[in-house]
């Protein structure tokens, strides 16, 4: 089992920045696949972006693309949103989320932090 709990959401201006962290807990983090989703009001939970156990292989939406990155420190149990040039756009709940260990399936969530941005 994985516990996930998120943190460092709050309300920031259009263009501001944010950065959400994950604390993780239960169990190490070898070998599972780490992501942050995003669901705003009146639509679906969507993919944000994702890391690799090692770190070396990353993946975005193409919203956020070049705006967002995700990091992790794998000794700390720990994965990162650094979100830059926030839009109204980018309010939503943040999710953080864990595979299995070698799954492709994120099993594993965190309860959510509230972003807002404002124009």
């Known amino acids: 089992q994985v516990q996930l709990e998120e943190s460092g959401g709050g309300l920031v201006q259009a263009g501001g920045s944010l950065r959400l962290s994950c604390a993780a807990s239960g169990r190490s983090l070898r070998r599972v696949v780490m992501g942050w989703f995003r669901q705003a009001p009146g639509k679906e939970r969507e993919f944000v972006a994702g890391i690799n156990w090692t770190g070396y292989s990353t993946f975005y939406a193409d919203s956020v693309r070049g705006r967002f990155t995700i990091s992790r420190d794998n000794g700390k149990n720990t994965v990162y949103l650094q979100m830059n040039s926030l839009k109204p756009e980018d309010t939503a709940v943040y999710y953080c989320?864990?595979?299995?260990?070698?799954?492709?399936?994120?099993?594993?969530w965190g309860q959510g932090t509230q972003v807002t941005v404002s124009s």
């Open positions: 989320a864990a595979t299995g260990e070698d799954s492709t399936s994120y099993d594993y």
